[in-house]
């Protein structure tokens, strides 16, 4: 009973010293955030990219001779993944936008010249919270809906990777619920939970872009 | 009959009334004129003017001298009488600036027979209304004749010092303004107010300075002038009161000024001058400025009733208008309200948001603005202090029905629309 408690405790010290720690730091810098996402983005889509060059070049040297165009390749190479896992996917990648957004540009806090606060009109409006997530819907709508037929349809997703994909959405949900919280508080800040929606906008991000890291690791094997 | 003097005057007094034509036979033959012996010469006369400046200004005080040689033994000699004369810039004619001197025939030298007289700290030009040469002469009368020194002469004498006729130049500077010292005060003023147009002017020969304050109304126009004489040096001093620059019908204007200012030859005027501004007559009183804020909170997004007391006795359809100042919106016109005359004070209240979310944090001010003036003249209040707004930016707590409506509305459309672009993009 007591070896239990001790766990528990030393568990939520452990997650309380993270919070506040290293993860604390990195959430609290708008640029560093903002620079780690705008990273990991391109090299999700420099390494898909790389992906699909590599495998067209194989493709092209064990071909003995026969043309192959890309576009052709691609065609070849194109399987779907289920309605339910696309449609997961585009909504986690919504959610991720959005997630993103609210995390670094609703409050002054990270950006004290570039935030929702910024524009009175849509700020002092009721329903504002709402209009500034939906206007970064419709900025964000093209790249939302081709980025999971881009980056999945052209390699093996295993059920654990869909899995992630899938299981993002409710890390995504959280992560806005807890911006949304904190912009309601705002001046007043709570830098753990900052932390929090921070680490689930994180590790959602990788979760969406895992797929490609991990093609590209085997690749490189 | 013993006739004495007094007796044969008044004889000559009666006779003289009852019979001129008589009397004056009489004198005919009474006379007996001078003569002088043949070997008499008029006595040599000169001015004697042993400075150096040539360089004459109307208010220095001069010295000539006269100088008389006279060569005849003394039982010839007579009396000589002198004048001295000046002729002014422009002029043509001669004019004696002084009295006449003597010299008795027993007043020359010994040794060279020679006298000398001096008209002393004469301003002959005082009055010049021009520069330029000034010539001096000696009229003066030996009892046998009458001579003048610049005529006397064959040709103008000029030895030394000694001059037959003295020509000068009579010069003039110009009187100048203290820039640094001319003021009108109270500014702004009410018309009534005793106020005063101060400036100081120099002449450097010390001429008596005419200035005129010239004053002018908004367009220009010259509104009124006054002048008076001054010493140089001297501040001159006009109250607006006392030469009735202002009347009631000038409250509210904005005037300026100039001064012209000379000493008789030459002058200037200077540069147009602001002031003074005159301030309204006042037509109301204001009084107690007050913000009371919904709660002690003071957010953004709460109300906040102002309100200033107005006592208005004359007009209607005064506007008294509200503004709020913060850092994110500085003069911020919120409301405005038109009131008609009344004898009693009156509370105008303005109860109303005032802010939005960007004067969150920010200190705020007030004041009133009003279409006649107060009782300061003025058409606005003082800014009042407000207090500080809460920094608190969103007026909806998380578990609040809008909070809670808006996220899900958002997480809702999101996973919406993966299931709509699923169906339309990816089959």
Known sequence: MNATVVNIISSTDMLSNFLSGPLANISSNGFLGVGLFVILLALGLGLHKLNMMRTYRRVVSTSKGLEISEESLCEEMFSRQGSNFNAAAVSAWILLFIAFAYFYFLTPSLFLKYNYFQVPSLASSPIGFFLFGFLVLLLTGIASAFLPRVLYSY??????????????????????????????KYPAQEANLRA?????????????????????????? | MKLDLDDLVGNFEKWKKEDPNQFEYM?????????????????????????????ITRNEKLKMIAYVKNDNPIEVRSNIYLQLEAKGPGEENFTAVSSQRVILSNEYSEDNNASMRDWSDITPFLNSEETGNVSFRIWFNDMHNTYYTDTMYGKPHVSGDFYSELNLNLINTPPEIDENCTNVSPDPARYNDPIKYEACFFDSEGDMVNVTLHVFDELGNEHKNATQIIKSGKNVTFTASEYGFFGEDDAGKNFSYSYSYDDGLNGSVTKNMTGPSLLSSPKIYVSNPNVVPEDDNRYWWQSYAFSIKVKNPELDNLRIDLYTDTQAHPKNHQACQMINASKEAEDVSFDLKPFEVSDANQTFTYYFTYSAPDQASRLESDHEKGGVINPRLVKYSMDSGVMVANYLFILLISLVAGVVIERRLYR
């Open chain 1, 155 to 184: 390699c093996q997703v295993s059920k654990r990777e869909k899995m992630a994909i899938m299981l993002a959405i409710p890390l995504l949900v959280v992560s806005i619920i807890i911006s949304v919280y904190l912009g309601t």
């Open chain 1, 196 to 221: 929090v929606a921070f680490f689930a906008l994180f590790i959602s991000q990788i979760a969406l872009l895992w797929p490609v890291y991990l093609e590209a690791l085997e690749g490189v094997r």
């Open chain 2, 27 to 55: 004198k005919k033959l009474l006379h007996i004129p001078f003569e002088p012996s043949g070997n008499y010469s008029a006595p040599t006369v000169l001015i004697y003017y042993p400075y150096n400046n040539t360089n």
